[in-house]
């Protein structure tokens, strides 16, 4: 590109007879500019003169400063970043599916149809229920549309339920939804397990929570469901789904399963068969598609029969050969999302499935379980483990061990970043003070894992021998350590 200076672009009229041609005059008026002068555009800055090798070098120097998925280890936990197969990317890209348009009409995008429709199959089979659609576009947009269901239900009914129940280890995204959907929260208690408490819970503080039996009895009619996330945010399976089912079921309410954690049952548990009636699908977090980053995502909803009449339309069905769009549905929500949701993801998730097949979905499924129980093992006398339950493809430490040293969780997570690893979730789920809850994933080997414990029990032994060196972390990144109180309360925000 020349650096050189530019003239303002200016448009002259045409001049008729200036080309050879006798061309009549465009017969526009003066324009008359009314922009106040100090909104008109000033003298044209000229860009920087720089080479390709340049802007090559500054992007691909700013992307070491990253680390993905394809670096290593991401155990962030209950997101599941998993590796994403690069088949899943040349499917999603196919020209016939990437450049297709949204408007076109069914009978011309039979294959988009047929993806669409056989991914719904995938998942009704998985799920062990009825009904789902793919549009949703995340996780909470999957709760949101699910409880919508819920209450679609209760007004079919002609009821008027207003409370939701959501136990106290739920993801932040649980209470936002049932608030949006007009619902009034309250909190179930976790027992000492880690489990949804059926019997009060009384705290250190000596108040009294009630738990889901007492609960039930005094909200009766008032509850319209529950949203339970299993396994839980520790990674803990609710063993007494099925009663928890049956006591909502029993009052006129209805069981939402918050299914972030599905990379745990995948091909081992169906959610359908333990009585839930709606939940929704990470298809960026249990069926791989990179989302690291704020990346686009999926949360498609199955319910069950007696649900599906309210699910958004429309649905994609098939009758003999052909592929539909079902506009035909009164008792519908609406549209939560335009066309049919993120397609592109719905290709991966796709192709992810059928790449591998239910025995091998079934695998990664037991392979994440067995990678996070092996952390779980080689960690658990170096980390402290506030439930000791069984867990399944996640495990919850905390600092309770470091804290003598003046070591916190923060700490541990600076200092795997200057041993080249990207840190667990920290400080969730909220029931666990100082919580560093990881899940390494069926993705990772165990000479990877070895080297994540032999970096996490180097910080440890740093947390006794040199604390204040732990402080200091990270001191190998490009950024070191934030004030992030600070950021947080007078965040400076300008144009750089
Ligand atoms: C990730 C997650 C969500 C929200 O999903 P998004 O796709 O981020 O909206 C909800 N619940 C749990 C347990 C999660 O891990």
């Known amino acids: 590109m020349l650096n050189r200076e530019r003239e303002p672009l200016i448009f002259e009229r045409s001049v008729p007879g200036k080309v050879g041609m006798d061309l009549p005059p465009l017969d526009v008026p003066e324009a008359r500019d009314t922009r106040p002068e100090h909104l008109r555009r000033g003298p044209f800055q000229a860009l920087p003169s720089v080479s390709e090798v340049e802007v090559i070098r500054h992007f691909t120097r700013l992307s070491h400063d990253n680390y993905g998925v394809d670096d290593g280890i991401y155990p962030l936990g209950s997101c599941t970043m998993k590796h994403n197969p690069r088949l899943n990317e040349r499917v999603a890209s196919l020209p016939s ?14 294959g988009n149809l047929a993806a669409l429709f056989t991914l719904q199959e995938w998942l009704k089979e998985i799920t062990g229920l009825a009904a789902v659609t793919l549009q949703p576009s995340a996780g909470a947009s999957g ?59 009384v705290d250190h503080a000596g108040r009294t929570h009630p738990g889901l039996l007492s609960l039930v009895q005094d909200l009766g009619s008032e509850i319209a469901g529950a949203m339970i996330t299993n396994p839980n945010t520790l990674g803990v399976f609710e063993h007494r789904i099925q009663e928890i089912a049956d006591l909502l079921h029993g009052t006129g309410a209805l069981l939402y399963m918050d299914g972030a954690n599905m990379n745990a ?20 977090k249990t069926f791989s598609t990179p989302h690291g980053g704020g990346g686009p995502g999926a949360g498609p909803v199955a319910c ?23 506009w035909d549905r009164p008792q519908s929500i609406g549209k939560v999302h335009g066309f049919f949701g993120n397609f592109g993801i719905a290709l991966r998730a796709l192709t992810y499935c059928l790449s591998h097949g239910g025995d091998g979905l079934r695998a990664a499924t037991l392979r994440a379980i067995v990678n996070a129980n092996y952390l779980r093992k080689r960690l658990e006398g170096t980390y402290h483990l506030p439930i000791p339950s069984p867990t399944l493809h996640e495990v919850v430490f905390n600092d309770a061990n470091l804290l003598p040293a003046g070591i916190h969780t923060l700490d541990v997570a600076k200092g795997l970043i200057d041993r080249g690893f990207h840190p667990p979730t920290i400080y969730f789920p909220l029931i666990i003070p100082g919580a560093l809850m990881i899940e390494p994933t069926e993705s990772e080997s165990k000479a990877e894992l070895d080297a994540f414990v032999a970096a996490m029990e180097d910080i440890a032994r740093e947390a006794k021998n040199d604390p204040e060196a732990l402080h200091q972390a990270p001191v190998r990144a490009s950024l070191r350590r934030m004030d992030e109180t600070t950021a947080a309360r007078k965040p400076v925000l300008r144009w750089i």
């Open 304 to 326: 069950t029969a007696q649900l599906a009449p309210f699910l958004p339309r429309p649905l994609v069905t098939r009758e003999g050969e052909r592929y539909h769009l079902d």
């Open 265 to 284: 049952l995948v091909g081992v548990a169906r959610p359908g068969d333990f009585g839930v009636d709606v939940m929704h699908l990470n298809l960026h």
């Open 97 to 110: 599916f990437a450049e297709s348009h949204p408007l076109s009409d069914p009978l011309d995008v039979q």
């Open 143 to 201: 709760e949101l549309t699910g409880v919508m269901l819920i209450r679609a239900h209760h007004v079919a009914l002609g009821a008027s339920r207003r409370v939701i129940l959501i136990p106290d280890s739920g993801h932040g995204t649980n209470p936002a939804t049932a608030a949006m959907a007009g619902y009034e929260v309250v909190e179930l208690p976790s027992a000492p397990d880690g489990t949804i408490s059926f019997e009060d819970v």
